[in-house]
T-cell receptor
């Protein structure tokens, strides 16, 4: 069965650079969530989209922005990267009417 | 405020030594409680969804139970391949259905 696809899997950037993370949800899923997981920490909610509209916002820095496109894939744009942005970034997708969300394998971002 | 607390933070078991992981939660209204398994550097892998107190679900050596305040993940006769971090998350009936995660229990099963 198709799963949530994230790209790239690994990304190394320098401080103050920009990064773009992509998420392709499971087909027909209308909701996308983004999470950030620092080393040894639980996933922290960043932002979510439902039917291409932002539906909720968590602890997402102003330097970050995200959007969901007409084909339901989502991109997380991160600017002015800081060392503390180094983390695993997960995307999850679900059907709004369903309870369960499925997670992608994540993008490991390293800022040097 | 919706909150999830997991205990213990870390657990070491001998192969075959059964134990339980705890997830205590506070949520305005529970839409669902979820257990995930996470291997290092990988995304959370779905294990169970529980919806209401008294519900139980099983999968191989794992059994999840739910009360009004907490959930347990029971591991029976674990094997080394069960070593992972087990995450608990809740989804509230109000708001936008985001998942609120606990900090997880790091399980190590020794051969």
């Amino acid at each position: 069965a198709a799963g949530v696809i994230q790209s790239p899997r690994h990304l190394i950037k320098e401080k103050r650079e920009t990064a773009t993370l992509k998420c392709y949800p499971i087909p027909r899923h209308d909701t996308v969530y983004w999470y950030q997981q620092g080393p040894g920490q639980d996933p922290q909610f960043l932002i979510s989209f439902y039917e291409k509209m932002q539906s909720d916002k968590g602890s997402i820095p102003d330097r970050f922005s995200a959007q969901q496109f007409s084909d339901y894939h989502s991109e997380l744009n991160m600017s002015s990267l800081e060392l503390g942005d180094s983390a695993l970034y997960f995307c999850a997708s679900s059907l709004r009417t369903a309870v369960q969300a499925f997670f992608g394998q994540g993008t490991r971002l390293t800022v040097v | 405020e919706d909150q999830v607390t997991q205990s213990p933070e870390a657990l070491r078991l001998q192969e075959g030594e059964s134990s339980s992981l705890n997830c205590s939660y506070t949520v305005s209204g529970l839409r669902g409680l979820f257990w995930y398994r996470q291997d290092p550097g990988k995304g959370p892998e779905f294990l169970f969804t529980l919806y209401s107190a008294g519900e139980e679900k099983e999968k191989e050596r794992l059994k999840a139970t739910l009360t009004k305040k907490e959930s347990f993940l029971h591991i029976t006769a674990p094997k080394p391949e069960d070593s992972a971090t087990y995450l608990c998350a809740v989804q509230a009936t109000s708001g936008t259905y985001k998942y609120i995660f606990g900090t997880g229990t790091r399980l190590k099963v020794l051969a």
